[in-house]
């Protein structure tokens, strides 16, 4: 999920910023393009630097980054601003700082260490103030899936039975374990996370198809 996140253009001025030279730690340079614009928001190299830096799931940012992964990044940034967009249009809560810490402890714990962690930020130029800014646009992204998409969420017991019968049990035996009941309570809401996990994705997919048919979406150069 959460391919969310859409950012947008300046008009005439998107042509005269495409190659602005952008300082990097250190004494090393990097050059920042404007490659995407969602409706009037841009998305630049650097935005998808950023974006693999801060995903332990990514290679890191500090070798050459092949343009597969920018391309694949590229497209999820896209649904980001589309979805961070779209939270803007509803009545905001000032985000607290202890929220936007909180946010960026979780993600320096889904790394293998803080100076991991350090280290490819510090490789793409992201400083504090800036990573607090996309922490504050995650909290923004998280409050918007929880009251547009997961509040609406309704688990049913025949669906849990469902899942336990076709995909649990077999899965357990599959291992040489016994499946315990299906009415054990840490099963049952197992089972009942999981399901609404894949109905949120399902709900998001659905609409953000929906949302890049209606965005003004004009790509400039290649990732």
Do not use: C, H
Not at 102 to 131: C, D, M, N, Y
Not at 181 to 187: F, L, N, S
């Amino acid at each position: 999920m959460f391919k969310l996140i859409r950012n947008l253009i300046y008009g005439a001025v998107v042509f005269g910023l495409i190659g602005m030279i952008v300082p990097r730690v250190g004494a090393q340079q990097t050059v920042d393009q404007i490659l995407t614009l969602v409706n009037d928001e841009i998305i630049t190299r650097l935005d998808l630097l950023w974006s693999i830096a801060m995903d332990p799931q990514a290679p890191s940012p500090v070798g050459p980054v092949g343009s597969d992964l920018l391309s694949r990044k590229l497209d999820v940034m896209i649904d980001e601003r589309l979805v961070a967009q779209e939270a803007t249009r509803l009545p905001t809560v000032e985000v607290p700082q202890a929220e936007i810490d909180k946010k960026r402890t979780e993600l320096i714990k889904s790394f293998s260490s803080e100076a991991e962690f350090r280290e490819r930020v510090q490789s793409v130029g992201l400083t504090p103030q800036k990573i607090n800014e996309l922490m504050r646009e995650r909290v923004i992204i998280d409050r918007f899936v929880e009251f547009r998409f997961r509040s609406f969420v309704v688990v049913t017991d025949r669906e849990i039975k469902r899942y336990y019968d076709e995909t649990l049990v077999p899965q357990l035996r599959a291992a040489g374990q016994v499946p315990p009941p299906v009415e054990t309570p840490q099963i049952r809401d197992a089972i009942t996370q999981i399901l609404k996990v894949e109905k949120v994705d399902a709900e998001i997919n659905r609409w953000l198809a929906s949302a890049r048919q209606r965005a003004d979406v004009v790509q400039l150069a290649e990732p």
